[in-house]
């Protein structure tokens, strides 16, 4: 297999159709066997595609939602600016209904409303031209975050270092580099040497199915691990660093990420690892105090016991509990990286400055 770190940090994971009528994404259920792009033209499909994760990661969510909106708000048929507004809302309640864990799905759709809200003496059609430039520039802005997270995250790895990295922030889950792995591929480009682990992810395997895909295409050395074997790794001396992504940092540091990551920063700790959140602003839910306000998307128990199993691994009558995402405390955080700076200790002031 040819190595090709462009064809990884480059991919059209979420794009707008160029007639606008449809959202088209990389169906990320089907890596890392097949790379097929879909349509998505109406609401529930859209609200399917986020709720089954054919698209995920908390960037890429918000993207994908800026432009779902958007092609739902063409297909109106009116010119009546309270009925516009009434139906815009309608569309934007009902797809932040679809997860309710990563911030910036109800963040892009915000951004999106207001777009509408501030413009009411315009006519729909103006509106319509305003959303198109809202949506492009949402995710136009995400591929400039995503390469600075990248650069100050770089800026915190040694050459020959091992870097453990949990589910997955890359490429697919934002735009271009990622998040908690951009600095690995950026690595990579600039010539520095490192290790990568990446743990599969349990129970949907996004570490497994899209990280090492990810990064052993760009030519990063990667090896894969199930969760329960990131202790070892540690203690064998083979991690200098843990690096994840987020899904809504609370304004105290502490950070939802995907189930298992508060494990890691555990085992970081007691290794004395240093364990680096990274994310954009628009990730940072200054609303939520802590991760106490946090709410934890549940999903289906099959996702544990028959996805993925030619046969299911358990009696049907066994209950599961099925958490997506935790939190992690932020007194087990080295520092969270934005695209702004290196946030450190003590968070209540760190994160408060970046939106001064
Ligand atoms: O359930 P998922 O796959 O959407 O969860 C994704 C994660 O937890 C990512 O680490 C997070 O969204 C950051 S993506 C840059």
């Given at each position: 297999?040819?190595?090709?770190?462009k064809?990884v940090?480059h991919i059209?994971?979420?794009k707008?159709?160029e007639?606008?009528?449809?959202?088209?994404?990389i169906?990320?259920?089907l890596l890392?066997?097949e790379?097929?792009?879909?349509?998505?033209?109406?609401?529930?499909?859209m609200?399917?595609?986020?709720n089954?994760?054919?698209?995920?990661?908390?960037p890429?969510?918000g993207?994908?939602a800026?432009?779902?909106?958007?092609?739902?708000?063409?297909?109106?048929?009116t010119e009546?600016?309270?009925?516009?507004?009434?139906r815009?809302r309608e569309e934007?309640?009902?797809?932040?209904s679809?997860r309710?864990t990563?911030?910036?799905?109800?963040?892009?759709?915000?951004?999106?409303?207001?777009?509408?809200?501030?413009n009411?003496?315009?006519?729909v059609?103006e509106?319509?031209?305003l959303?198109?430039?809202e949506?492009l520039a949402i995710h136009q802005?995400?591929?400039?975050?995503?390469?600075?997270?990248s650069e100050y995250g770089l800026?915190l790895?040694?050459?020959?270092?091992?870097?453990?990295?949990?589910?997955?922030?890359?490429?697919?889950?934002?735009s271009?580099y990622?998040?908690g792995?951009?600095p690995l591929?950026?690595a990579?480009?600039?010539?520095v040497?490192?290790?990568?682990?990446?743990?599969?992810?349990?129970?949907?395997?996004?570490?497994a199915r899209?990280?090492?895909y990810?990064?052993s295409?760009a030519?990063v050395?990667v090896?894969?691990?199930c969760?329960?074997?990131a202790?070892?790794?540690m203690?064998?001396?083979?991690v200098?660093a843990?690096?994840?992504g987020?899904?809504r940092?609370a304004?105290?540091?502490?950070a939802?990420?995907k189930?298992?990551t508060?494990?890691?920063?555990?085992l970081a700790?007691?290794y004395?690892?240093?364990?680096?959140?990274?994310?954009?602003?628009s990730?940072i839910?200054?609303?939520?105090?802590?991760g106490?306000d946090?709410?934890?998307?549940l999903?289906?128990?099959?996702?544990?016991k028959?996805?993925?199993y030619?046969?299911?691994?358990?009696?049907?009558?066994?209950?599961?509990?099925?958490?997506?995402?935790?939190?992690?405390?932020?007194?087990l955080?080295?520092?969270?990286?934005?695209?702004k700076?290196i946030?450190r200790?003590p968070?209540t002031?760190?994160?408060a400055?970046?939106f001064?």
């Amino acid at each position: 297999m040819e190595h090709d770190i462009k064809a990884v940090t480059h991919i059209d994971n979420v794009k707008l159709s160029e007639d606008r009528s449809a959202v088209i994404i990389i169906d990320q259920t089907l890596l890392p066997n097949e790379v097929k792009y879909i349509s998505l033209t109406n609401d529930k499909e859209m609200w399917d595609a986020i709720n089954l994760l054919q698209v995920r990661g908390a960037p890429a969510i918000g993207i994908c939602a800026g432009y779902c909106i958007y092609v739902l708000a063409r297909q109106f048929d009116t010119e009546d600016y309270d009925e516009f507004l009434r139906r815009f809302r309608e569309e934007k309640d009902y797809l932040n209904s679809s997860r309710p864990t990563a911030v910036n799905l109800s963040w892009a759709l915000g951004r999106m409303e207001k777009v509408v809200t501030d413009n009411k003496g315009k006519s729909v059609q103006e509106i319509l031209t305003l959303l198109e430039e809202e949506c492009l520039a949402i995710h136009q802005e995400d591929i400039a975050m995503c390469r600075a997270i990248s650069e100050y995250g770089l800026s915190l790895i040694h050459d020959g270092d091992g870097i453990l990295t949990h589910c997955n922030a890359g490429p697919l889950a934002t735009s271009r580099y990622g998040t908690g792995q951009g600095p690995l591929f950026l690595a990579k480009e600039k010539g520095v040497n490192i290790h990568v682990f990446a743990d599969e992810t349990r129970p949907l395997l996004q570490g497994a199915r899209l990280t090492s895909y990810e990064l052993s295409r760009a030519g990063v050395d990667v090896t894969l691990i199930c969760d329960n074997m990131a202790s070892i790794v540690m203690k064998n001396g083979w991690v200098q660093a843990c690096m994840v992504g987020c899904d809504r940092v609370a304004a105290n540091g502490d950070a939802a990420n995907k189930i298992g990551t508060s494990g890691v920063a555990i085992l970081a700790k007691y290794y004395g690892i240093p364990f680096y959140v990274l994310g954009p602003t628009s990730t940072i839910d200054m609303n939520c105090k802590t991760g106490g306000d946090i709410k934890i998307e549940l999903r289906d128990p099959e996702e544990i016991k028959e996805k993925f199993y030619a046969k299911p691994m358990a009696l049907p009558e066994v209950k599961c509990y099925n958490p997506s995402f935790d939190v992690t405390d932020h007194s087990l955080i080295t520092a969270i990286i934005t695209e702004k700076g290196i946030c450190r200790p003590p968070y209540t002031e760190s994160l408060a400055a970046l939106f001064k």
